[in-house]
């Protein structure tokens, strides 16, 4: 089994800072890409960013200059620093990781994916 815990979240004001953590344990055999999604009421889930194995990052426009994602490949975590927050950043926050279960399906490179519960975040005055 996979699990996949955030912590960080939390209630700040507007232009405040948080760093969110999702910690990956279980039995995977290499995790491949690693990101954050985010859910605000009423609204699809949408990906505010994602780092590959590679360490290359790819972010939401509505983030670009405020957030940053990170990995520890070591601690097998990924990190999301958000700056200057605002009121519609206020969401339930997931971590997610695609990565491959075991050696049988790295060499069919068949990828599994998993999610964790979530962590809300909300910015307000």
């Known amino acids: 089994q996979v699990s996949l815990v955030e912590s960080g979240g939390g209630l700040v004001q507007p232009g405040e800072s948080l760093t969110l953590s999702c910690a990956v344990s279980?039995?995977?055999?290499?995790?491949?890409?690693m990101g954050w999604y985010r859910q605000a009421p009423g609204r699809q889930r949408e990906l505010v960013a994602g780092?590959?194995?590679?360490?290359?990052?790819s972010y939401a426009d509505s983030v670009k200059g405020r957030f940053t994602i990170s990995r520890d490949n070591v601690e097998n975590t990924v990190y999301l620093q958000m700056n200057s927050l605002k009121p519609e950043d206020t969401a339930v926050y997931y971590c997610?990781?695609?990565?491959?279960?075991?050696?049988?399906?790295?060499?069919?490179?068949?990828?599994?994916?998993?999610w964790g519960q979530g962590t809300q975040v909300t910015v307000s005055s």
């Open positions: 279980g039995s995977i055999y290499r995790i491949n890409s």
């Open positions: 780092i590959t194995s590679g360490g290359s990052t």
């Open positions: 997610t990781v695609v990565g491959f279960r075991s050696l049988y399906d790295s060499r069919r490179k068949l990828e599994s994916d998993y």
